[in-house]
């Protein structure tokens, strides 16, 4: 025992040099921006892994309601879908006596295809820098800038990827603002969240002669190549509108249950580079 | 407080000083940069104990980091001289030595005492420059900024060493 004792008053500058160097070390990675970053997408790869094993036993006790969800949601879009097949037969035959269908085929039915990911950390609990990661990435041929849905409405924009995993920045961050509209009119505002309750977003910047009701649906507009027209956002709940802004402000209530999130969809658009392009000025 | 003591708390804070207001600000060529706050490590005397000697340097990194708004940087380099230092001099120095015997050109001999100096120096830059660019993305940049701070640190230390030698004996 004496001994050891006397090893270590011995040997007390080790100890006390391992000592500052990790302090030091963890205080140049907190507080260095640069340092910071440079550590986490090397370590958001070995966290990715972790929350993955805990969120596949977690997902399993919410299968029940994502199901009733989904099934919610496929029945809503069947409806759609039937109604607007009735509509385009109706339309078809009154506007074009001949079949045009087959020309429609040679062009691409949409811009968007989409990728199924899942949830595996999820931080919304916090006011100022919520993120969300999922277990895709690169090799499944997610990139940055890719909008992320859920199956009841707009999730996010994915902006870091590493080989397995992804990192999401939510509407529920208030450092990101898409772009949306009234569903069914052409009156266009930016999301922006105040970093309170995870239920609500405001919709703002929406012209003074916009016209709305509440109870209207708030969709995506389809300005950005992020996501697609007309993506559910929320509902609008109330109107205010500040002293002197030119502009009304909506509070929306969101469809995503981000407290819940654990499915989500990945919007992968195929002619993004063709219209940035088109969009900056440059041929293909 | 005997006088060296008193000096050398003074040394620590017009070191401290010169380095925030003047040298950090020195971007030569815009490679170089002069560390001479490692000037008072290097002068505490040979047998001052270990563990104040990384205390001390250790504290000098965490105040140029305070304001150079660098945390955690200049700590984590100074840490590993302090720590490095009794290796050194075990290497550059003589065995045998009295209380308060400090390097310098007169006791180590001007050429042992700059090798002492450009080891000290080199691990400090070097190791300085991998912790701010943590990567080696840029060896080209990366290698010429090491090159420059350790050219300029070594002259400005021994500049410092010879006015410093002068000054004490008027």
């Not at chain 1, 270590?8 to 907190?30: E, G, M, R």
């Not at chain 1, 109604?83 to 269908?101: A, G």
């Not at chain 1, 969300?132 to 849905?149: F, R």
Request: glycine share 6%; aromatic share 12%; with cysteine.
């Amino acid at each position: 025992m004496r001994n050891l004792v006397n090893f270590i008053l011995k040997n007390v500058h080790w100890l006390l040099f391992f000592v500052l160097a990790f302090f030091s070390f963890y205080l140049s990675i907190h507080n260095n921006e640069f340092q910071r970053s440079k550590y986490l997408s090397v370590f958001q790869e070995i966290a990715g892994r972790v929350y993955q094993v805990s969120n596949s036993i977690e997902s399993y006790m919410n299968l029940k309601t994502i199901n009733s969800d989904l099934i919610q949601r496929v029945a809503v879009l069947e409806q759609e879908l039937r109604t607007s097949k009735q509509e385009v037969e109706v339309l078809s035959e009154l506007v074009y006596p001949v079949d045009v269908r087959h020309f429609t085929d040679a062009y691409p039915a949409g811009a968007y295809s989409f990728l199924p990911a899942r949830v595996v950390n999820n931080q919304i609990a916090r006011t100022d820098n919520n993120y969300i990661t999922l277990n895709k990435g690169t090799l499944a041929g997610i990139k940055e800038d890719m909008g992320v849905l859920s199956p009841t409405g707009v999730v996010g924009v994915v902006v870091r990827v590493s080989p397995h995993f992804s990192k999401v920045i939510p509407v529920l961050n208030p450092k990101y603002h898409p772009s949306c509209k009234i569903k069914g009119t052409n009156f266009f505002g930016t999301l922006s969240w105040d970093g309170e309750d995870s239920r609500y977003i405001s919709l703002k910047e929406l012209p003074q002669h916009a016209l709305f009701n509440i109870g209207d649906t708030v969709v995506t507009s389809g300005f950005s190549t992020v996501f697609p027209e007309g993506v559910p956002v929320g509902v609008v709940e109330t109107t205010f509108k500040k002293k002197g802004e030119n502009y009304n402000s909506l509070k929306v209530k969101l469809f995503t249950n981000f407290s819940a999130l654990s499915e989500v969809l990945i919007a992968v658009n195929a002619l993004k580079n063709e219209q940035l392009n088109v969009e900056k000025g440059e041929s293909e | 407080m005997s006088k060296t003591t008193i000096q050398r708390i003074l040394l620590f804070i017009l070191l401290v000083l010169l380095q925030i207001w003047l040298f950090n600000n020195i971007h030569l060529f815009g490679v170089a940069t002069p560390f001479v706050y490692l000037y008072f490590i290097l002068k505490l005397p040979v047998k001052m104990n270990r563990n104040a000697v990384l205390l001390l340097s250790a504290l000098m990194g965490l105040i140029i980091d305070i304001f150079g708004s660098t945390l955690g940087l200049n700590m984590f380099v100074m840490a590993i001289i302090g720590f490095l230092r009794f290796y050194l001099l075990k290497l550059f120095a003589p065995r045998d030595v009295f209380e308060d015997y400090a390097p310098s050109f007169e006791t180590l001999g001007n050429f042992m005492f700059v090798r002492y100096v450009g080891t000290l120096a080199l691990i400090h830059v070097v190791i300085l420059h991998l912790m701010e660019s943590f990567t080696l993305f840029d060896p080209v940049n990366l290698g010429l900024r090491i090159t420059g701070s350790f050219i300029l640190t070594v002259v400005f230390i021994c500049a410092f060493e010879s006015i410093n030698i002068k000054g004490f004996k008027k």
